[in-house]
């Protein structure tokens, strides 16, 4: 899931943007930034869901710990206020994915890393 957020916005160098600072950084060099935060273990459903992992630079993920207003802000600008809505909903669920849930889950991250690397997603 990390690589393929990481990937997801860049550029054909590799660079994307952290959605809570703007900063420009190869991707390398971003975080996987959680909206709605999971546990060390990281087997909660809303892990996975790509709306709530987004790009982030250390500074905004771990020092500011995600950098929260300007993250919302992102979030409602780009996806509207509705999602974030359904990610604060489903993260007070806790759905904890099994391990058939996550064997399922890693193909299509896989075919997600490689459309992220051919460039098939929008760059921000
Ligand atoms: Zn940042």
């Known amino acids: ?20 600072c703007g900063k420009r950084l190869h991707y390398k060099n ?32 771990k020092w500011l710990h995600g950098n929260l207003v300007n ?13 974030v809505g359904q990610l604060q909903l489903e993260g007070r669920r806790k759905i904890k994915l099994t391990e ?5 889950l890693l193909p299509e991250l896989e075919a997600k890393v490689v459309k992220a690397q051919n460039g098939e997603y929008n760059v921000i």
């Not at 899931?1 to 809570?20: I, N, P, Y």
């Not at 058939?100 to 399922?104: F, I």
Request: proline share 3%; charged share 20%; with cysteine.
């Open 100 to 104: 058939e849930d996550l064997l399922k």
């Open 30 to 61: 971003l975080n996987a930034g959680h909206f709605i935060h999971g546990t060390p273990s990281h087997g909660y459903k809303y892990d996975y869901n790509e709306f709530n992992v987004n790009p982030q630079c250390v500074r905004c993920n």
């Open 1 to 20: 899931m990390s690589l393929f957020t990481r990937l997801k916005w860049a550029d054909t160098k590799g660079f994307s943007t952290c959605v809570s």
């Open 71 to 83: 993250y919302t802000t992102f979030l409602i600008l780009k996806y509207g206020q509705e999602l």
